[in-house]
């Protein structure tokens, strides 16, 4: 989509797409005492089209989303120049970009522009309304996005931006695993992240044969998404579980003190993200970019994107550069 592309051609293509909280999350190398939660489901993410030439692993979406509430989509991104992810809109919650590779550059119709590097995080909230442009500043350009949802009383808020530069993410080492807490609490540390909607991502490494158990809060909902992995080596829930390959999401059950892992590859590094959050309870209605609670909130929204107003007031005018 170029940004002449009128408003109704966009949002049908759009459709076809993608102060400080603390959060006790107290963590464990010690497998004593610790009851895991069990994997209810797994989910392979396959590849598909995205945005303007961009390439997708989407690891979760619609039929996820009660599952998984408050999220809403995750997708693992590959994108090289000209392609990317030109002007559009979001309204009613959160993305979450973590850079794995390369770059990526954002620019608003509210006059934000920045560029994110690997490590990076850029933790926007589209609140009541933002259009902007996500492209790729290198040859090669890899990461992750995450959407999260917004209460009721949080999707008509005012925009705004948290970006960590990867020296500013707490990060911590034991007993062969690694450990960036991206948002919530690992190993003592925790994230200055602010999540409206509580949230816990950390993106974990275990060395060969490394263990660890993380805990997460009984009633919150939690799920893995496998980036790196040996033959046989990712092992979640129990010792004795089935491994589980790259690009996979792993789905746990409610309760119990939170996730065990396992590398039992004798020769390669575990790289995973533990994404866990508290879910909102709501009805959510999605029309591509934008996600409300009724579908006259969504009736509404595509009105006030189509006349530029209610949010969307620099609509008619302005085009990313």
Known sequence: MRAAINKANTLRALVTFGFIRNITSMSSSSSQSFVS??????????????????????????????????????DEFSVSPPAGFPDHPHRGFETVTYVLEGGITHQDFKGHKGTIYAGDVQWMTAGRGIIHSEMPEEEVNKGLQLWINLSSKEK???????????????????????????AGESMGIQSPVYTRTPTMFLDFTLDPGAQFHQNVPESWNAFAYVLESGEGGAVFGSSNSSPVSSHNVVVFGQGNDGVSVWNKSSSKKLRFVLIAGEPIGEPVVQYGPFVMNTQAEIDMTIEDYHYSKNGFEMAEYWRSQ
């Open 156 to 182: 008509m808020i005012e925009p705004n931006y948290q970006e960590l530069s990867n020296s500013d993410i707490p990060k911590a080492e034991q007993n062969g695993v690694q450990v960036k807490v991206i």
């Open 37 to 74: 939660r069990s994997v209810i489901k797994k989910i392979f993410a396959k590849l598909q089209k995205e945005g303007d030439g961009a390439v997708v692993r989407r690891g979760i979406s619609r039929s996820e989303q009660k599952l998984l509430d408050p999220f809403l989509m995750l």
